[in-house]
């Protein structure tokens, strides 16, 4: 049971006679963080006071008078101007977690309206290696995907590869000028990656160089129009000095603007100029950036060489790129990549101008939508088409093939506009019926405050990161192991599976413990940490549970055969009683509007509810036998509950630490 969603539907009897649609002011009941106003507390009466022109007080008298709670609350108490408490009465707590104890699910209901998710995440651009970019789409979306499956949804997971793009044309481009042919034989992906990169340089090179007039120029232009103003802030008139000094400020840092990106640019020229062997690439591939779409244009015109080419290389890169999945425990339903959809384009086109929502200009094919300054394109004048033409495609295949009723795109927030874009195309397209969400998420930075990135300025390369992980964990582990007062505990294998474990647990929950919209901070140290909201505080505490099970030899099914000896007296068992039980609020705040964070804070208090509760109430020593098994139960629920929320984060627990 939800007790959140069953006190909201008790409420809503006792309002429907005082308001006309209470829902707004269900939304007023809450959970309580501060045990001394009870459990729940709804301040619905303050807002209904005022629509009524009557006192708060009154009317949550009335709501109390109406609500029928009894069974599992004592009187609801009214404080302040109107507030409502509701405090749980401890034998139903006890009864309802008894319920618990045999029951697979945890009391987790299946959704009363199961739905047909589609989650696209992860994504990667094949035709290079995954990096520290790639890890909030891949776990974000995993934890999503498992935490709706689990909630009774249908749940189709699609990883939407980036293996039809530019990428292409350029390792294209770049095996066959640059290729060396031994390294490709002994270890083609890292050939294929280094091409790319290389030939990524030498465009970037020439269009950077192109940049530069016009960023010299605006130097100049912003230089004079700052003169311009310098002169008004120290002439007379007050009235135009006042808003001379504004646009002074404003042209200063514009100006400054200019100039970093001219350091820049200055920077990444002189990396090419300065290598003899780059700056002699340079030189003999003038057009390489032409070319480079050439060879993109051939592959998707079906060019013999080119697709033979294509077909050699996307085996190589998705088993780079499947080590990482594997590692990570990530499966997906399908993999349609771009390539999938690229003979429907030119029907999506074809429909789109058929049906007047799609216009020629500049030679282009552009639908024109409401709200946005620039159109989207669907079509270039080359005839290429785009990545938001493949998202079109993508949307008409899944809704055709798996009737969903929502399709989450778990993509960073730079892709925003993009997918505002998307929607509304698509809306009015007609999959107005289809709920589609751009599940954002902000940038990892590293530090300094930066994007996060290696040393000499590179992307840091996910697989590198995981190892990294676990050879920290393996140092946290071990430490932990050796400061034991009865001696290190561990044997060498078991500390190395332990590590892999809490390793990988580590980087994820980093992660998902996120909000995450905003931009986090990565940082190794914290993120293993035994200590705080990290993933090995919650694996430790689960170990903990396990090891009181061994050191008192308790056989399980025994201990849940006796549920009915689930007491809750202590105020630390109380809550930690209370917490268990509000599972459900946690797994429903997680999904209302996919957040992850949800799932990994609820665990974080349940963590520290079972850290009071075992400092403070003996387990093994209890009192009485009668409370030695309650207290077993409750370790029992906590340990089966931290499991099973870390599993739909995508993490593993570990019996021993
Ligand atoms: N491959 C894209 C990238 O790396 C992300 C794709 C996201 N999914 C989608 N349907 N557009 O930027």
Sequence with gaps: MNILSELK????????????????????????????????????????????????????????????????????????????????????????????????????????????????????????????????STVIGDALARTLRFLGHRVITDNHLGDWGTQFGMIIYGYKHFCDSAAYGREPVAELGRLYKQVHQLVDYYETRGRLPDLEQQIVERQAALDGQRALAAGDDKQLRTKAEKAVRKLESQ???????????????????????????????????????????????????????????????????????????????????????????????????????AVDSDGAVCVFLDGFATPMIVQKRDGAYLYATTDLATIAYRIKTWNPDAILYVVDHRQSEHFEKLFAAARRWGCEHVELQHISFGTVMGEDG???????????????????????????????????????????????????????????????????????????????????????????????????????????????????????????????????????EALQDATIDYRPSQLTSYLFELAKCFSDFYHQCPVLTADSPAQRTSRLLLCDLTGRTIRQGLDLLGIHVVDKM
């Design 9 to 136: 539907r008790r409420f809503r009897d006792a309002l429907t006679p005082l308001a006309e649609d209470p829902g707004d002011l269900l939304d007023l009941i809450r959970p309580v963080q501060d045990a001394r106003f009870g459990d729940y507390q709804a301040n619905c009466a303050m807002p209904l006071g005022k629509r009524l022109s009557r006192s708060p007080r009154d009317v949550a008298g009335e709501i109390v008078e109406r609500l029928d709670v009894f069974d599992l609350c004592h009187r609801p108490e009214i404080a302040g101007p109107g507030f409502i408490n509701l405090r749980l009465k401890d034998e139903w707590i006890a009864a309802e977690l008894a319920r618990r104890v045999g029951e697979q699910r945890l009391g987790i209901a299946p959704a009363d309206r199961a739905r047909t998710y589609i989650v696209d995440y992860s994504s990667p651009n094949v035709a290079k290696a995954m990096h520290v970019g790639h890890i909030r």
């Design 255 to 357: 100006l400054q603007e200019a100039r970093d990106e001219l350091t820049a640019a200055g920077r990444k020229l002189e990396a090419i100029d300065s290598s003899p062997m780059l700056a002699a690439r340079a030189a003999q591939h003038p057009a390489i950036a032409q070319s480079v779409l050439q060879e993109t244009a051939k592959l998707h015109a079906g060019d013999a060489e080119n697709l033979a080419l294509w077909h050699e290389f996307v085996p190589h890169c998705r088993r780079d790129i499947q080590r990482i999945y594997d590692r990570l425990d990530i499966r997906f339903d399908y993999e349609y990549g771009e390539s999938f959809y690229h003979d429907q384009l030119a029907d999506v086109v074809q429909q789109f101008r058929q049906r007047g929502l």
């Design 450 to 584: 930066k994007p996060y990135k290696t040393r000499s300025g590179d992307t840091v390369g996910l697989e590198g990161l995981l190892d990294e992980a676990v050879a920290k964990a393996y140092g946290v582990v071990s430490a932990n192991d050796d400061a034991k007062p009865g001696g290190a505990e561990l044997s060498e294998e078991d500390r190395r599976h332990i590590a892999h474990v809490v390793g990988h647990a580590a980087i994820k929950y980093a992660d998902l413990s996120q909000n995450r919209t905003s931009d986090y901070v990565f940082s190794f140290d914290k993120m293993v940490a035994l200590e705080g909201n990290t993933a090995t505080y919650m694996q430790y505490s689960y170990a903990r549970t396990q090891s009181i099970f061994a050191k008192g030899k308790v056989d399980l099914d025994t201990l849940r055969g006796s549920a009915t000896a689930l007491a809750v007296e202590h105020s630390a068992e109380r809550a930690l009683a209370l917490k268990l039980l509000q599972f459900a």
